[in-house]
């Protein structure tokens, strides 16, 4: 006997789906996303091909190179959701940061300056403080990245080296900058009680950077022309990335735009990263 069965049955028989409360809302919460999704790839740090003070800290040579190279994105898994939410953060932090100003009738923030501590590699610090003379970069974590912030360890070297740099970068302004700041706001909490702020003194009493922090900006800048060089190799295919080498990291890779675990098996495009470990 032949069994007929309708689309309409066909429909009322599938699982629930996962995103929506019917097949139609699924599809258009797909539809909302790719909006979304292709929005963000076409924001302009998406679209930077030159690297900030926010990437040259990060340890892996093969994903700061490849990116100076500028090489196909290998990532489809990254998913843009943090990276929207930050900017749209930032951008009412900043708007809160100049109303203060105009507020109080005293310029004590300076919001989104550009700077240049390195010639190659400019960035935007989210925020200076001239009351305080200190140089702030805005943070908004998820909890377990708010977790590692509030250890005893404290922030990642990326994340150091990024707050150094900016400072360097208002020194060679004219600016005095006495301390660092990372301001790391719960960005998936209910409140505000969450924020947490590290510091790091960066100049002595001469104005100078402390010794400790003109040893580890010499040392990510030596870094920075090696990686330089492995890129004009990438680019002139005279190296491939997986000749560069790699500093696995659990966090990094999968915001890599290299990270491709399959490449482990199938000898394709793209960095293993963790998965070779």
């Known amino acids: 006997m032949t069994v007929t069965t309708t689309p309409a049955d066909f429909m009322a028989a599938a699982p629930a789906p996962l995103n929506g409360s019917s097949p139609w809302a699924s599809r258009y919460a797909t539809e909302l996303r790719r909006v979304l ?4 790839a076409r924001a302009p740090r998406s679209l930077q091909l030159h690297l900030g003070p926010s990437e040259l800290g990060v340890a892996c040579d093969r994903q700061v ?3 100076m190279a500028g090489l196909p994105t290998t990532n489809h898994v990254n998913d843009p959701w943090p990276s929207i939410r930050g900017t749209a953060l930032h951008a009412y932090a900043a708007e ?10 005293l310029l004590r923030w300076v919001v989104e300056q550009r700077v240049h501590p390195h010639p190659d590699h400019p960035g935007t ?9 200190a140089l702030a970069d805005h943070k908004f974590l998820g909890e377990t990245s708010m977790a590692k912030v509030r250890s005893a360890k404290g922030p990642s070297r990326k994340y150091v080296v990024q707050l150094l740099l900016y400072g360097l970068g208002y020194l060679l302004l004219g600016l005095p900058v006495r301390r660092v700041v990372l301001a790391a706001y719960p960005a998936t909490a209910s409140s505000l009680d ?3 702020v590290w510091e ?3 100049t002595g009493d001469d104005g100078q950077l402390l010794p400790e922090n003109a040893d580890l900006i010499s040392e990510v800048f030596a870094q920075t022309a090696t990686r330089q060089a492995y890129a004009t190799e990438l680019h002139a295919g005279r190296l491939s990335l997986d000749q560069i080498p790699l500093t696995p990291d659990s966090d990094e890779c999968y ?3 290299f990270y491709r675990p399959q490449s482990a098996r199938d000898g394709g ?3 293993p990263g963790t998965a070779t470990h």
Do not use: I
Request: proline fraction near 5%; glycine fraction near 14%; charged fraction near 25%.
């Open 37 to 40: 999704t292709d929005h963000a």
């Open 65 to 67: 190179a490849g990116k």
């Open 96 to 105: 809160a940061f100049m109303a203060d100003n105009g507020r109080r009738g």
């Open 125 to 133: 610090a989210d925020l200076y403080d001239a009351v305080e003379q």
């Open 194 to 196: 969450g924020l947490y």
């Open 200 to 202: 790091r003194a960066l």
């Open 255 to 257: 915001f890599c735009p």
């Open 269 to 271: 495009p793209g960095c």
